[in-house]
C-alpha cells in the first residue's frame, strides 16, 4: 500500500518561538495516567484503610492486590484465589478496572486533541529571569516574568470491582466497617495525586462446600479522575514555557526644551539646572486637559435632582454630578407613592373598577380572605377542602337510607384514620377476602380459614414449641478430647444435643473439629454417641494422616451442655 513521504527537515512549518530550552528548569511536566489511578487505590488500602483481621489471637493484615486478566478469570471460574501450591488464599482482597468513561459533567473542549488550545496558565514567581531590585530599577531594566501553559486534562469516570474473601463473617465484618468508613474521601498518595471516589453497595456471600468454608463480599467503586498523557503534542509537551518580552527604556540629552502637551505626557521634565532638559528621568509631569468649544450642560428635571444643576463642562477641569431620585426603585426595593389615580386598571383581559372586577381571575399561588367569602353560583373545587367546621342549611329537609354503601378513596396508597372505636357488623373484606371473626382460641382447634387470632391465641400456642426450638439452636460448646485412640478414633466426655421434632436432627455437619489448631475436612469424619461418650472417627486415607495420642481435638458444636 503506497504511503506518503514525509516532508524534508527544512520544509517542515515549526514554530520555534514556542521551543524554549528547559534544560536547567526545576518546572516538571506533570502527566496523570491510568496507572497512576490504580496504583492510587493500592496506596490507600495500604497506607489509610489498613485491612486487618483477628486469627487465632493474632492480628493478621491482608493483602492487597491487583487482578490480572487470568487470575480475574479463574476467580470467576473457582470463585476463590489459590497460590503456586493450589492452597487457598484467605483473608485477601483482589480488585480490577473494569470501565472508564468521559465524565460529562466536567466537559473540556481542546478543539483539536493532537495539537489542543485550552491551558491554565500559572506564572512563576521568583526566577533568575523574573528578579526585581534597586539596581534593576535605576538602570532602567524591568522584570522579564516567566508564564507556564499546562494542558487541560480530560476528566473520567473509573469503576472498579472489588471481591473480599475472609473465613468468618466477624473478620469480614471489619473490612467492609472500614471501606465503608471512606466513602466519598479523596483516595491516593498525598504527594502525588489524590481522586475523589465513592464505593457502591456491598454483596455478602457465605460458601460452605465439603472442604472448606469462605465468606465473599464484593463491591464496586467509582473515582473521579483525570487522564494527561506523557506523549507530545505538535513538537510541545504538556507543559510549555514563554517569557514576556524584555523592554529597554533610553535615556539621552535632547537639543530642544521638551513641554508638557495635552494628554499623560509621561516621564518629562522642564528645565533641570544645569540648563539642560533629559528624557526618561524623573517623575511624571500632571495630566492635561482638553477643552470643548460646546460645552456640556446637565439640568435636573422632574423627580431627578443633580449635585451641581446646570454648571457647564467645558474640559478644562474635572466636574463629579451625582443624580439622585427621592427613593429606591430597584427590583427588591419597597416604592411608595402618595397616590395613584386611574379610572380603571386592564390587566390582560381583566378590567379592575373600583371594588367590581370583570373577566375572569385564576390564582396560581395561595388566596387568603380575612373577612367572609360567598359565591352566588357554583363552587367547583378541584383540590383538598380543609374546614374547622362544616354548617349545612336544608332548604326543605334531608334524606338519610335506612341502607346504602359509602366508598372512601379510589387508590390503594389512601389512608383513611378514625378517631375513637370502630363498631362493625358483618363481615370484613380484605383485598377480597372475607374475616368472619377475630378468634382468642388459645388451641386453634377450630383451623378456621376466615378467623383471625389475636395476640394471646399465638402467644399461648407457640410459647412451647418456640422455647424448645430456641434452646436448641443457641446450644453451641467447646470440648476438648478426653482421650484418642490411635489412629482414627478420640472420645469427648460430652452428650449430643438432642433436636426438637420440628428441626432436623443432629449430625456430624453440626460440629467442627480442630486438631492441634488446623480444621478437619468434614468429609473425613463421622461422629458417634455412646452413652455419656461422644466418639470422633477418623477415614485416615481420606484425611491423610493418622491420629496420635499426643494430639489435641477441638470440637464446638450441639453438645448438651
Given at each position: 500500500?503506497?504511503?506518503?513521504?514525509?516532508?524534508?527537515?527544512?520544509?517542515?512549518?515549526?514554530?520555534?518561538?514556542?521551543?524554549?530550552?528547559?534544560?536547567?528548569?526545576?518546572?516538571?511536566?506533570?502527566?496523570?495516567?491510568?496507572?497512576?489511578?490504580?496504583?492510587?487505590?493500592?496506596?490507600?488500602?495500604?497506607?489509610?484503610?489498613?485491612?486487618?483481621?483477628?486469627?487465632?489471637?493474632?492480628n493478621v493484615k491482608v493483602p492487597v492486590m491487583y487482578a490480572s486478566p487470568?487470575?480475574?478469570?479463574?476467580?470467576?471460574?473457582?470463585?476463590?484465589?489459590?497460590?503456586?501450591?493450589?492452597?487457598?488464599?484467605?483473608?485477601?482482597?483482589?480488585?480490577?478496572?473494569?470501565?472508564?468513561?468521559?465524565?460529562?459533567?466536567?466537559?473540556?473542549?481542546?478543539?483539536?486533541?493532537?495539537?489542543?488550545?485550552?491551558?491554565?496558565?500559572?506564572?512563576?514567581?521568583?526566577?533568575?529571569?523574573?528578579?526585581?531590585?534597586?539596581?534593576?530599577?535605576?538602570?532602567?531594566?524591568?522584570?522579564?516574568?516567566?508564564?507556564?501553559?499546562v494542558t487541560m486534562p480530560d476528566y473520567v469516570t473509573l469503576t472498579y470491582?472489588?471481591?473480599?474473601?475472609?473465613?468468618?463473617?466477624?473478620?469480614?465484618?471489619?473490612?467492609?466497617?472500614?471501606?465503608?468508613?471512606?466513602?466519598?474521601?479523596?483516595?491516593?498518595?498525598?504527594?502525588?495525586?489524590?481522586?475523589?471516589?465513592?464505593?457502591?453497595?456491598?454483596?455478602?456471600?457465605?460458601?460452605?462446600?465439603?472442604?472448606?468454608?469462605?465468606?465473599?463480599?464484593?463491591?464496586?467503586?467509582?473515582?473521579?479522575?483525570?487522564?494527561?498523557?506523557?506523549?507530545?503534542?505538535?513538537?510541545?509537551?504538556?507543559?510549555?514555557?514563554?517569557?514576556?518580552?524584555?523592554?529597554?527604556?533610553?535615556?539621552?540629552?535632547?537639543?530642544?526644551?521638551?513641554?508638557?502637551?495635552?494628554?499623560?505626557?509621561?516621564?518629562?521634565?522642564?528645565?533641570?539646572?544645569?540648563?539642560?532638559?533629559?528624557?526618561?528621568?524623573?517623575?511624571?509631569?500632571?495630566?492635561?486637559?482638553?477643552?470643548?468649544?460646546?460645552?456640556?450642560?446637565?439640568?435636573?428635571?422632574?423627580?431627578?435632582?443633580?449635585?451641581?444643576?446646570?454648571?457647564?463642562?467645558?474640559?478644562?477641569?474635572?466636574?463629579?454630578?451625582?443624580?439622585?431620585?427621592?427613593?429606591?426603585?430597584?427590583?427588591?426595593?419597597?416604592?411608595?407613592?402618595?397616590?395613584?389615580?386611574?379610572?380603571?386598571?386592564?390587566?390582560?383581559?381583566?378590567?379592575?373598577?373600583?371594588?367590581?372586577?370583570?373577566?375572569?381571575?385564576?390564582?396560581?399561588?395561595?388566596?387568603?380572605?380575612?373577612?367572609?367569602?360567598?359565591?352566588?353560583?357554583?363552587?367547583?373545587?378541584?383540590?383538598?377542602?380543609?374546614?374547622?367546621?362544616?354548617?349545612?342549611?336544608?332548604?326543605?329537609?334531608?334524606?338519610?337510607?335506612?341502607?346504602?354503601?359509602?366508598?372512601?378513596?379510589?387508590?390503594?396508597?389512601?389512608?383513611?384514620?378514625?378517631?375513637?372505636?370502630?363498631?362493625?357488623?358483618?363481615?370484613?373484606?380484605?383485598?377480597?377476602?372475607?374475616?368472619?371473626?377475630?378468634?382468642?382460641?388459645?388451641?386453634?382447634?377450630?383451623?378456621?380459614?376466615?378467623?383471625?387470632?389475636?395476640?394471646?391465641?399465638?402467644?399461648?400456642?407457640?410459647?412451647?414449641?418456640?422455647?424448645?426450638?430456641?434452646?436448641?439452636?443457641?446450644?453451641?460448646?467447646?470440648?476438648?478430647?478426653?482421650?484418642?485412640?490411635?489412629?482414627?478414633?478420640?472420645?469427648?466426655?460430652?452428650?449430643?444435643?438432642?433436636?426438637?421434632?420440628?428441626?432436623?436432627?443432629?449430625?456430624?455437619?453440626?460440629?467442627?473439629?480442630?486438631?492441634?489448631?488446623?480444621?478437619?475436612?468434614?468429609?473425613?469424619?463421622?461422629?458417634?454417641?455412646?452413652?455419656?461418650?461422644?466418639?470422633?472417627?477418623?477415614?485416615?486415607?481420606?484425611?491423610?494422616?493418622?491420629?496420635?495420642?499426643?494430639?489435641?481435638?477441638?470440637?464446638?458444636?450441639?453438645?448438651?451442655?
Amino acid at each position: 500500500m503506497a504511503t506518503n513521504k514525509p516532508l524534508p527537515r527544512k520544509k517542515r512549518v515549526i514554530n520555534r518561538g514556542t521551543l524554549l530550552a528547559r534544560t536547567e528548569n526545576d518546572i516538571k511536566n506533570p502527566s496523570v495516567t491510568l496507572m497512576d489511578m490504580d496504583s492510587a487505590i493500592l496506596h490507600y488500602f495500604e497506607k489509610v484503610i489498613k485491612p486487618s483481621v483477628e486469627d487465632n489471637g493474632e492480628n493478621v493484615k491482608v493483602p492487597v492486590m491487583y487482578a490480572s486478566p487470568e487470575r480475574w478469570k479463574a476467580i470467576q471460574r473457582d470463585g476463590f484465589m489459590k497460590d503456586k501450591k493450589r492452597q487457598t488464599i484467605t483473608p485477601v482482597i483482589a480488585y480490577r478496572r473494569t470501565s472508564i468513561e468521559k465524565d460529562e459533567s466536567l466537559p473540556i473542549d481542546k478543539l483539536d486533541a493532537n495539537n489542543p488550545h485550552h491551558f491554565y496558565t500559572f506564572e512563576k514567581k521568583f526566577s533568575d529571569v523574573n528578579r526585581y531590585d534597586n539596581f534593576s530599577t535605576q538602570i532602567g531594566l524591568l522584570p522579564q516574568r516567566e508564564y507556564y501553559n499546562v494542558t487541560m486534562p480530560d476528566y473520567v469516570t473509573l469503576t472498579y470491582d472489588f471481591i473480599i474473601w475472609t473465613s468468618y463473617i466477624e473478620q469480614m465484618n471489619k473490612i467492609v466497617e472500614r471501606v465503608t468508613y471512606s466513602d466519598g474521601a479523596y483516595w491516593g498518595d498525598p504527594d502525588k495525586m489524590k481522586f475523589r471516589t465513592s464505593v457502591e453497595s456491598f454483596t455478602d456471600a457465605t460458601e460452605v462446600s465439603d472442604a472448606e468454608r469462605l465468606v465473599r463480599t464484593t463491591f464496586t467503586v467509582t473515582m473521579r479522575g483525570y487522564l494527561l498523557p506523557e506523549g507530545n503534542f505538535d513538537h510541545r509537551s504538556t507543559t510549555q514555557k514563554y517569557l514576556t518580552p524584555k523592554k529597554v527604556v533610553f535615556g539621552t540629552e535632547v537639543d530642544t526644551k521638551v513641554n508638557n502637551v495635552s494628554g499623560k505626557v509621561g516621564q518629562f521634565l522642564n528645565e533641570v539646572s544645569d540648563g539642560s532638559d533629559k528624557i526618561g528621568v524623573g517623575s511624571p509631569s500632571d495630566t492635561a486637559g482638553t477643552t470643548l468649544t460646546y460645552p456640556l450642560v446637565l439640568n435636573a428635571g422632574t423627580g431627578v435632582s443633580l449635585s451641581r444643576d446646570g454648571v457647564e463642562f467645558n474640559g478644562a477641569s474635572r466636574l463629579e454630578q451625582i443624580f439622585s431620585i427621592g427613593q429606591s426603585v430597584a427590583t427588591t426595593a419597597n416604592v411608595t407613592f402618595n397616590q395613584v389615580s386611574a379610572s380603571s386598571l386592564i390587566l390582560d383581559s381583566t378590567t379592575y373598577d373600583g371594588g367590581n372586577v370583570t373577566g375572569d381571575m385564576n390564582f396560581t399561588g395561595s388566596l387568603t380572605t380575612t373577612g367572609d367569602m360567598t359565591v352566588v353560583g357554583n363552587a367547583t373545587i378541584g383540590g383538598i377542602v380543609t374546614a374547622q367546621e362544616f354548617h349545612t342549611e336544608f332548604i326543605s329537609g334531608s334524606i338519610i337510607y335506612a341502607s346504602g354503601s359509602t366508598q372512601f378513596g379510589d387508590t390503594l396508597d389512601d389512608t383513611h384514620v378514625f378517631t375513637g372505636s370502630l363498631l362493625l357488623t358483618g363481615s370484613l373484606a380484605l383485598n377480597n377476602y372475607s374475616v368472619t371473626e377475630i378468634s382468642n382460641d388459645a388451641t386453634l382447634g377450630d383451623a378456621s380459614a376466615t378467623a383471625l387470632v389475636t395476640e394471646y391465641a399465638v402467644k399461648t400456642f407457640t410459647s412451647d414449641t418456640i422455647e424448645v426450638e430456641q434452646t436448641y439452636l443457641r446450644k453451641q460448646f467447646v470440648k476438648t478430647t478426653s482421650s484418642i485412640t490411635a489412629p482414627a478414633s478420640a472420645s469427648f466426655s460430652a452428650v449430643t444435643a438432642s433436636a426438637p421434632s420440628t428441626l432436623t436432627s443432629t449430625t456430624e455437619n453440626d460440629f467442627i473439629f480442630f486438631i492441634n489448631g488446623q480444621y478437619m475436612e468434614h468429609d473425613a469424619l463421622e461422629i458417634q454417641q455412646l452413652g455419656s461418650v461422644f466418639v470422633l472417627k477418623v477415614d485416615n486415607d481420606s484425611i491423610g494422616y493418622n491420629l496420635e495420642s499426643d494430639d489435641e481435638i477441638l470440637a464446638i458444636g450441639k453438645f448438651n451442655s
